[in-house]
T-cell receptor, first 118, second 113 residues
Framework: GAVVSQHPSRVICKSGTSVKIECRSLDFQATTMFWYRQFPKQSLMLMATSNEGSKATYEQGVEKDKFLINHASLTLSTLTVTSAHPEDSSFYIC??????????????FGEGSWLTVV | QKEVEQDPGPLSVPEGAIVSLNCTYSNSAFQYFMWYRQYSRKGPELLMYTYSSGNKEDGRFTAQVDKSSKYISLFIRDSQPSDSATYLCAMSASFGGYQKVTFGTGTKLQVIP
C-alpha cells in the first residue's frame, strides 16, 4: 500500500535554531500533502496544506513565517520550524493523499516527528 | 459546535469483547469516511474507508455509515490487547486535489487481557 516516510522521527534542538522535517511519499506521487501538529492526548490539528509547485495554504492561527513549508517535488514536502521555542515542542505529522488506484484516494500518514526544543 | 464529535474515552473492555466506536458530524456534505488507529507516539494508520452510507467489513472490523443520522461507527469483534490504541474518525466532502479532511478528537481504547 501507499507509504509515507517522515524524517527525522525525533529531534532535539536549542531554542532559537531552525529545524527541518521531511515528508516523502515513497511509492506514489502526492500533489497534496498535509502537515499536522498533535499535542499530548489531543487530536490532530491541521497546520497547512502543501501543494506541489505552489505556496502552502495555512490554517487560521498558524504563523506562515514560523512554519515554512516547501513542496518542491511530487514526492517531497518539508516543514521548517524557524527560531524554535520550547512551546513549539510537539509531535508533527505529515500525510499525503494516496494514489487514485488506492482505496478511495484517501490519506496516508507518516510516522510523525517528535520535536523537543530546549 | 464542532464539525465532528467523538467521545474521547478512555474505553476499557475485556479481551474478546465487541467494541463500538462512534462519531457524529454536522456537515451534510461529508461523503467519505475513514477510521484511523494511532498507537502511542506513532502516526495514524488507516484502518477502514467507506463512501456514503452502508457497511463495510474487513476481518474483525466493521465500519457503518448512517448519513441520515450523520453518525458513523466502527465495530471491533473479538477485541485483542493489540487493539489498544486511539481510534480517530475522519471525513471529507470529496476526493481529489485539495480537500480538507476533518478528524474527530479520537477515542482511546484499552483492551484488558
Amino acid at each position: 500500500g501507499a507509504v509515507v516516510s517522515q524524517h527525522p522521527s525525533r529531534v532535539i534542538c536549542k531554542s532559537g535554531t531552525s529545524v527541518k522535517i521531511e515528508c516523502r511519499s515513497l511509492d506514489f506521487q502526492a500533489t497534496t500533502m498535509f502537515w499536522y501538529r498533535q499535542f499530548p492526548k489531543q487530536s490532530l490539528m491541521l497546520m497547512a496544506t502543501s501543494n506541489e509547485g505552489s505556496k502552502a495554504t495555512y490554517e487560521q492561527g498558524v504563523e506562515k513565517d514560523k512554519f515554512l513549508i516547501n513542496h518542491a517535488s511530487l514526492t517531497l514536502s518539508t516543514l521548517t520550524v524557524t527560531s524554535a521555542h520550547p512551546e513549539d515542542s510537539s509531535f508533527y505529522i505529515c500525510s499525503a493523499r494516496g494514489p487514485p488506484r488506492g482505496p478511495g484516494n484517501t490519506i496516508y500518514f507518516g510516522e510523525g516527528s517528535w520535536l523537543t526544543v530546549v | 459546535q464542532k464539525e465532528v464529535e467523538q467521545d474521547p474515552g478512555p474505553l476499557s473492555v475485556p479481551e474478546g469483547a465487541i467494541v463500538s466506536l462512534n462519531c457524529t458530524y454536522s456537515n451534510s456534505a461529508f461523503q467519505y469516511f475513514m477510521w484511523y488507529r494511532q498507537y502511542s507516539r506513532k502516526g495514524p494508520e488507516l484502518l477502514m474507508y467507506t463512501y456514503s452510507s452502508g457497511n463495510k467489513e474487513d476481518g474483525r472490523f466493521t465500519a457503518q455509515v448512517d448519513k441520515s443520522s450523520k453518525y458513523i461507527s466502527l465495530f471491533i469483534r473479538d477485541s485483542q490487547p493489540s487493539d489498544s490504541a486511539t481510534y480517530l474518525c475522519a471525513m471529507s466532502a470529496s476526493f481529489g486535489g485539495y480537500q480538507k479532511v476533518t478528524f474527530g478528537t479520537g477515542t482511546k481504547l484499552q483492551v484488558i487481557p
